[in-house]
């Protein structure tokens, strides 16, 4: 039986710029919605298209200088590929941020928590 390899550490680069990822969390929420209609099964029948969100949350190492405008980011490209070879890269586009923190621990460096929105989801 051959060894399986699976998706491990990965790289983070906004605008072409790599960025120091400590943690990242995407959500996705497809836009379906259930479809309820009055039949004598007494159950829905289907479901109607929606809209498609991306939700990315990033915690960063926070750098002591050349540090990115978090706050700032508008249309941003985010592109996620695996630190090994072989991968297939995601990009995200027309990335912005909604939320920005800052956390300071006496075990850990300091961090950046974001929470970034993107319109478009593409497989490069």
Do not use: H
Not at 20 to 39: A, F, P, Q, Y
Not at 42 to 55: L, P
Not at 65 to 75: R, V
Request: glycine fraction near 8%; aromatic fraction near 6%.
């Amino acid at each position: 039986m051959a060894l399986q390899e699976y998706a491990g550490a990965i790289v983070l680069e906004v605008d072409g710029k790599e960025v120091e990822v400590i943690d990242l969390n995407v959500n996705t929420k497809t836009g379906r919605k259930l479809v309820k209609t009055m039949n004598k099964t007494g159950r829905a029948k289907g479901f109607a298209k929606g809209i498609a969100e991306y939700d990315l949350s990033i915690t960063v190492a926070i750098p002591l200088s050349g540090d990115l405008d978090w706050e700032a980011i508008e249309g941003a490209k985010l592109t996620i590929y695996p630190a090994s070879n072989g991968g297939q890269r995601e990009s995200y586009l027309d990335c912005f941020t909604t939320e920005v923190g800052e956390k300071y621990s006496v075990d850990n460096e300091a961090r950046r928590d974001l929470k970034v929105q993107a319109l478009r989801k593409v497989k490069e």
